[in-house]
């Protein structure tokens, strides 16, 4: 558990480095990668990049959402297909959309527990591969004959027997991916919608801040604020991918807001204000500060503290966010006023605007965080000041250790002291995390 400001750990790890794949849409130039391909290659260049001498590395630490059947440990498999030490053990955990974050926490407090000195953490996620899911009608029907004692012996009663199960046959197709939550039935999108009616967000809200996620990712990617985060990604057909590929520059209000809704005829969710699904990978250089200081390199961030949370999916789902951010400035000792940065996963538009509202809310403070007062407003100048999820895309494992990327190069490079992050997730989960700036 992370600890408070006053209580801090005798062995604190640091934010060395991160390096990510170009953010594409589902099904382009990445469908031929796998999420193991995609993670290879951040890992590698985050490799390259440091130059880290392999033998120093300890572990991976990985996050995914969409993890395969054949080799779900993909932080291994990772470390196997680039020939790292045998040593170097791994291990993948998944937290829906707060995966990424959830490994790289994970790392930090295998550091400062002194269970390890330099830890790889991130996540990836291939939308474009996600398996189809063979109905659990044909796995009960075909498994015992195929993997049970008496396989290979089947006889043509017995095949008969399968066959009569196996009807209709519209009940044994594969089944297509949808982001569905399991308890309630309902898309992701159809929830934000309810948030949106539920806090009074508006489709012009939306579309605002849709348009400036867009305008201020292509900022940073034409000031080349992203080259040293970036690194390019080769496909199996020869062809160099450089930079995001989803965000638009040149979109504006008026241009969003012809868009239909997706989720609801009447309602305000479009594409243009929800994120994309999107494949990528994103990983983390962490270290104990005498391993760094050893080793030569120059920190740039730390974690203060960090809070995971779950609330009632029937409720608002992605409302996870005005739970655990409060938490975590809490555990650090920080209020909101203190931070110089806040950056919030943007799942849709409508899902950030009604955490700031909650946030902003006595009523929601009394009512849910047992608070006199409300956390406070947040400044749109310091939130998501390089765009987000809407603009970026959102590969679920990696979005977290993107984040972790940009906060911990902007606190470094600005001399801003502490940063906010804020993740919502499927499953009614919530995540944040308080970063200090390592220099100071």
Not at 181 to 191: C, V, Y
Request: charged fraction near 20%; glycine fraction near 10%.
């Amino acid at each position: 558990m992370p600890v408070s400001k006053q209580d801090q750990p005798k062995q604190r790890a640091v934010i060395v480095s991160g390096v990510r794949t170009p953010f594409v849409k589902a099904f382009a130039e990445y469908l031929p990668l796998d999420t193991i391909a995609l993670g290879g290659a951040a890992v590698s260049a985050l490799l390259k990049r440091t130059e880290l001498p392999r033998r120093e590395l300890d572990s991976i630490v990985w996050g995914g959402v969409i993890l395969p059947s054949a080799a779900p440990n993909v932080g291994r498999e990772i470390a196997l297909d680039l020939g790292l030490p045998p040593s170097v053990e791994a291990m993948t955990c998944t937290r829906a959309c707060a995966s990424g974050l959830q490994a790289i926490t994970l790392a930090v407090a295998a550091i400062e527990r002194g269970e390890a000195d330099v830890v790889i953490a991130g996540g990836s996620d291939s939308t474009s591969n996600a398996e189809l899911k063979i109905p659990q009608k044909l796995v009960r029907a075909l498994g015992p004959m195929m993997m049970g004692p008496n396989k290979g012996k089947a006889t043509p009663r017995d095949m008969l027997g399968v066959l009569s199960q196996l009807m209709p046959i519209t009940e044994i197709m594969p089944r297509i991916p949808r982001i569905v939550e399991r308890t309630t039935g309902e898309l992701m999108g159809e929830s934000a919608e309810k948030m949106a009616v539920r806090n009074e967000i508006s489709r012009q809200a939306q579309d605002e801040f849709a348009a400036r996620s867009h305008h201020r990712a292509a900022e940073a990617i034409a000031s080349g604020r992203f080259r040293d985060e970036i690194a390019p990604v080769e496909t199996p057909s020869g062809k160099w991918v450089h930079q995001d590929t989803i965000v638009r520059g040149d979109t504006s209000v008026e241009k969003l807001a012809k868009l239909r809704p997706v989720f609801s005829k009447t309602g305000s969710l479009t594409a243009g204000n929800s994120s994309s699904l999107t494949d990528g990978a994103a990983a983390v250089l962490l270290m104990s500060e005498a391993k760094a200081k050893a080793l030569g390199y120059t920190p740039l961030a730390r974690f203060a503290s960090w809070s995971y949370v779950g609330c009632d999916p029937a409720d608002q789902l992605l409302m996870g966010p005005a739970l655990a951010m409060p938490q975590a400035l809490a555990r650090a000792g920080y209020e909101l006023s203190d931070m110089e940065l806040v950056d919030m996963h943007e799942a849709f538009a409508a899902q950030v605007l009604s955490v700031l509202s909650m946030l902003a809310s006595t009523n929601f403070a009394n009512a849910r965080l047992g608070r006199d007062k409300a956390v406070g407003e947040i400044d749109p100048a310091i939130l998501n000041v390089h765009g987000g999820s809407v603009a970026l895309g959102h590969p679920f494992g990696a979005t977290g250790a993107r984040m972790v990327t940009t906060v911990a190069n902007e606190l470094h490079s600005t001399g801003k002291a502490f940063a906010l992050l804020g993740v919502c997730a499927a499953g009614g989960l919530g995540a944040a995390a308080v970063l200090e700036n390592a220099g100071l």
